[in-house]
């Protein structure tokens, strides 16, 4: 195989355009392995696990593109550059203006010339300040899908907001629903008369969709972005979205979803609680106790509605123990699947014990581990694992290799902007996985609705033809694999004993 690698300086495409690009050129044949993505520290590390030399690249920054390709010969390689050039240059040339279209060179002069309410940002990080100031002056909410955004630009956004009575939802906002329309990642929901907010968007989804399989209905989701509820923001976006969920009169019933927050903000956000008219149900994940199915359940309850039992397929297969890699796309199903396995079976480590987490660092490790690969470390320069699942299945993949078997924990998201077949995607590295060690396990959470583009019960059925347990209900998913390590003491052994 000949390799071929090489650096633009100075030229930007958004992580999406670029997976498009790198997934078409590794369906041409003879093209063995590529990546096609901006140069950032992360990316250059994956150059080595590719089998590259990324010192070859030279000094590189963000705003830098990589090129890495291995073919059969020098004739197919030069070929998939060409159709590469020709992919890039047709997304760069389909969002040049349509005649007649009218164009403005500001996010804040189209929202007033549109007189319109909701600005949605996708920006790098770097760039979302300005453009979402100009909407909120021009009287927009924002939506900020972005990350990358610090945290004192988020300070003197929400702040901005607030002074103009708007919601700044976000940033790393990547899912909402609003008077039924859906926003980023999002699933096919009933309509319905329960408003959720919450500081996560996979875990606003997950317990939508375990609500709209009892027949409970959605009215709207209004992300906060993930840092709203620390008392370096105070809550900003919380507070504003309670308020204006409590004069929604299509909404009955309140959830409120977060990790836990700060003391003070905890404060500010019981005490508005108190004064709504609209009954509110609180879950706080990486709480002891808490989970997303309580909370589903608990608002059930409370709405005098019937809660499903989420479903379940079981493998068979015994339980062994092993050491324990979870990889989930969501932070917050990771967080909860970590909250519940600590308090059975003890501490797993998470994404902030790596330096840089590759493929290869994270099946290098002796402990149990569970790792958010939506991690905004994780995706600078790159497509979210929702999108793409490439990095998860190299993981797989590198752990088909390893000779002691292993848990594998993940989640599947379904949805609207999601991967179209997320289970397909690393079908092949599982049944590598499954095959190569008979005594591991692997244990899926499905996050969807039957009504979701990808199909659910199609996901279900590659999951378990390989093998998998497949869970509604990723708290439940945690649960088995908690007591499964708990009754191995965490120990695993050898594949080929």
């Known amino acids: 195989m000949l390799k071929h690698l090489e650096l633009r300086r100075d030229v930007y495409y958004d992580s999406v355009i670029l997976f498009q690009a790198s997934s078409q050129l590794r369906e041409l044949d003879g093209i063995d392995e590529c990546l096609v993505a901006m140069a950032t520290e992360l990316n250059i590390r994956l150059l080595d696990d590719l089998g590259f030399k990324s010192e070859e690249a030279g000094n590189t920054s963000t705003s830098d593109l ?54 949605i940002i996708s920006l790098p990080g770097p760039h979302v300040t300005p453009e979402a100031a100009d909407a909120l002056r021009e009287g927009a909410n924002v939506m900020i899908f972005s990350d990358g955004v610090s945290i004192e630009e988020e300070q003197k956004l929400k702040a901005l907001a607030a002074s103009h009575d708007l919601l700044v939802m976000g940033p790393d906002c990547g899912t909402a629903q609003l008077g039924g329309i859906g926003l980023g990642f999002c699933n096919d929901l009933s309509p319905g008369q329960v408003s959720i907010i919450a500081a996560s ?25 993930g840092r709203d509820m ?14 204006m969920l409590d004069n929604d009169t299509a909404t009955t019933h309140i959830a409120l979803i977060s990790k836990p927050p700060g003391k003070k903000t905890s404060r500010r956000i019981n005490k508005i609680i108190r004064s ?39 493998s068979g297969a015994p339980a062994t123990g092993g050491q324990l890699i979870g ?8 967080s909860e699947a970590g909250q519940i396995i600590t308090d059975t079976a003890g501490p797993v480590a998470g994404i902030d014990t790596f330096e840089i987490p ?26 979210h694992p929702m999108i793409d699942g490439t990095l998860r299945r190299r993981i797989i993949e590198k752990l088909t290799l390893k000779p002691a078997p292993r848990l594998l924990l993940f989640d599947i998201i379904l949805g ?53 347990d497949v869970y509604e209900s990723n708290a439940e998913a945690a649960s088995a694999i908690a007591l499964d390590l708990l009754a191995n003491n965490g120990k695993f052994e050898d594949a080929h004993a």
């Open 358 to 383: 590759t493929p290869q660092a994270i099946v290098d490790r002796k402990d149990n581990v569970i790792l958010d690969l939506g991690d905004d470390r994780m995706t600078m320069g790159k497509p």
């Open 66 to 119: 990589i090129i890495a390709v291995q073919g059969e010969s020098q004739e197919i390689i030069s070929r998939a550059i060409q159709i590469l050039d020709t992919n890039l240059e047709s997304q760069s040339t389909s969002c040049s203006e349509p005649h007649g279209t009218q164009v403005h060179r500001s996010l804040g002069k189209a929202v007033c010339t549109a007189n319109a309410n909701l600005a």
């Open 230 to 243: 620390s008392d370096e923001i105070g809550g900003s976006s919380t507070l504003q979205a309670l308020r």
């Open 201 to 225: 968007g996979t875990g606003a989804q997950h317990l939508s969709c375990l609500l709209d399989t009892s027949g409970i209905g959605i009215s709207s989701i209004i992300g906060v972005g």
């Open 416 to 468: 609207f902007g999601s991967n179209p077949d997320p289970a397909g995607e690393i079908a092949d590295a599982l049944d590598g996985f499954l095959r190569s060690h008979p005594k591991a396990r692997a244990i899926a959470s499905v996050v969807g609705t039957s009504r979701d583009p990808q199909g659910l019960d199609q996901q279900w059925q590659t999951l378990t033809a390989l093998g998998c």
């Open 327 to 334: 990889l989930f796309s969501g932070g917050t199903l990771a």
């Open 276 to 314: 709504l008219e609209t009954p509110v149900t609180i879950g706080l994940i990486g709480d002891p106790g808490v989970d997303l199915t309580k909370v589903a359940r608990k608002i059930a309850t409370t709405q005098n509605l019937p809660f499903r039992k989420p479903r379940l397929k079981l």
